[in-house]
DNA sequence: GACCAGGCACATC
DNA sequence: GATGTGCATGGT
């Protein structure tokens, strides 16, 4: 028993990470590369993964939008802006109240040391570590913390979200209560460590779950339906 | 008019 | 540690 167990073990693995693969495949040729976060703007991504939660990204864009005709999408800005008009200006993106204070608590982690407003530094600071001291400033969580290592920091580290957990516990790949870091786990110890993976992998997921895996019925558009089927 | 969207913090048991 | 609730806009 316990050699098989090994044995099956590897072969599981081997089965899974073939599997997770052959899933991005198809949904890469389905969607096309996603094309998230285009180079060039890692502070935007920092704000936008705040703006983002729980929230549809139309109304994410219509905040940034405004943000940036008023020229304050830099960290210095931010940091002198008045609350109440931040409220305003991010007001599209709902919560706006409490996204604005969690911005300006950003800001002001990003802006102070070790960090002292510079993304370099942050990319030094070994990802572990970064990512625990992410997750003492408030609203951030482990979702929002991972999308600025992967999306701004462009480290190996891969995003869960509610659509993630809902597709792949319904595929009977993982439990329906599986821990957000077990699940993350999951993907990272069965796929290369590859930051371009991670962060079209992550878009792909998304796309999925928006378009296809709100009703039943439209179970017949998915992409996976001929590689993976929802139990 | 109900339901949903690229979550998180905080209270309560 | 699990479970419930408030937060809020805009599209379908």
Redo the contacts with the bound molecule.
């Keep these: 028993m316990p050699k098989n167990s090994l044995l099956r073990g590897k072969k599981q693995s081997a089965d899974t990470r073939r599997l997770l693969l052959d899933i991005y495949q198809r949904l890469l040729s389905y969607f096309g590369h996603r094309n998230?976060?285009p180079a060039g703007a890692p502070f935007e991504m920092v704000i936008?993964?705040i703006l983002?939660?729980?929230?549809?990204?139309?109304?994410v864009e219509?905040a940034l939008i405004n943000l940036k005709k008023e020229k304050l999408l830099k960290p210095e800005k931010l940091a002198e802006i008045n609350l109440h008009k931040l409220e305003k200006l991010i007001?599209?993106?709902?919560?706006?109240?409490?996204?604005a204070k969690r911005i300006k608590d950003l800001v002001k982690f990003f802006n102070a040391p070790p960090i002292d407003g510079s993304f370099e530094k942050m990319r030094r600071i070994p990802t572990d570590k970064m990512r625990e001291m992410l997750l003492t400033?408030?609203?951030?969580?482990?979702?929002?913390?991972d999308?600025i290592l992967l999306?701004a920091l462009e480290k190996p580290v891969f995003v869960v979200?509610?659509?993630t957990r809902r597709i792949f516990a319904k595929l009977g790949l993982v439990p329906e209560?599986i821990?957000y870091d077990d699940l993350k786990a999951f993907f990272e110890g069965n796929l290369p460590r590859s930051v371009d993976l991670y962060n079209d992998f992550h878009?792909q997921i998304?796309a999925l779950?928006?378009l296809y895996c709100?009703k039943r019925a439209q179970c017949n558009l998915c992409p996976l339906g001929e590689i993976a089927r929802c139990k």
């Design positions: 998230w976060w936008g993964a983002t939660q729980n929230t549809n990204w139309a109304n219509r007001r599209p993106s709902g919560y706006f109240r409490q996204k400033v408030n609203g951030i969580g482990p979702e929002t913390a999308s999306y979200d509610s659509y209560d821990k878009a998304v779950g928006a709100k």
